[in-house]
Nanobody
């Protein structure tokens, strides 16, 4: 059973918008940080945004101002709103969760998998020019 489950994604033209959702289940807790990663065939999986239980967030410069991460604690759901998309945003997108500190730097530990990180199955986002 996959710990987290993403939905959304798909294809869009450059300049367009897409949104993703992620069911967090028991990983939506004050003990966990949650966030979004993306991966391409030429680039390793990398975090671009994280958010803690209270809603404090951090973004990578490549998406800051274009992407917004939010969370509905009542629904145990994580959201990603992506605006002004460009072809370089084409990637496989993952939601993930990890215990402890909530920062882009700390999220690199999640790549080691359980118990350091918990993952969704990934969803494809394709942006055409």
């Amino acid at each position: 059973q996959v710990p987290l489950v993403e939905s959304g994604g798909g294809s869009v033209q450059a300049g367009g918008s897409l949104s993703l959702s992620c069911a967090l289940s028991r990983y939506n807790s004050p003990r966990h940080c949650v966030g979004w990663f993306r991966q391409t065939p030429r680039k390793k999986r990398e975090a671009f945004g994280v958010i803690d239980y209270d809603g404090n967030s951090e973004y990578h410069s490549s998406v800051k101002g274009r992407f917004t991460i939010s969370k509905d604690n009542a629904k145990n759901t994580l959201y990603l709103q992506m605006n002004t998309l460009n072809p370089e945003d084409t990637a496989l997108y993952f939601c993930a969760a990890g215990p402890g500190a909530c920062s882009l730097g700390a999220s690199t530990l999640w790549l080691d998998g359980p118990p350091f990180g918990f993952w969704g199955q990934g969803t494809q986002v394709t942006v055409s020019s």
